[in-house]
């Protein structure tokens, strides 16, 4: 049994920052890909940020720069630090994992657990 659970979400205002986090229930994280994706009213899911086993990670061009994707892995927890935050934020962000791979992806068809998302809303 796999259990996603994020955290960290909340209103924010444009240009501040806020940092997401999602403690799993993984018997060893290391053998996971992490992910956030994030979905907004009327759009599909996309990736935000990947972090592979490896040390690699791979951002969306919109977040390039502004949200740092990280884990602790001795406490099961990826992290995703948004600064500089855009009212085009707005979305329920999804942590997201697999089992295995070798690079960073965002494509969510990859990810067999999921969370049940933390919202975050950029008032401008």
């Known amino acids: 049994q796999v259990q996603l659970v994020e955290s960290g979400g909340g209103p924010v205002e444009a240009g501040g920052s806020l940092r997401l986090s999602c403690v799993v229930s993984l018997r060893t994280m290391t053998d996971y890909t992490m992910a956030w994706f994030r979905q907004a009213p009327g759009k599909e899911r996309e990736g935000v940020a990947s972090?592979?086993?490896?040390?690699?990670?791979a951002y969306a061009d919109s977040v390039k720069g502004r949200f740092t994707i990280s884990r602790n892995n001795a406490k099961n927890t990826l992290y995703l630090e948004m600064n500089s935050l855009k009212p085009e934020d707005n979305a329920m962000y999804y942590c997201a994992a697999k089992f295995g791979g070798v690079e960073p992806t965002l494509w969510s068809l990859h990810y067999t657990y999921w969370g049940q998302g933390t919202q975050v809303t950029v008032s401008s």
């Open positions: 972090d592979g086993r490896y040390g690699t990670t």
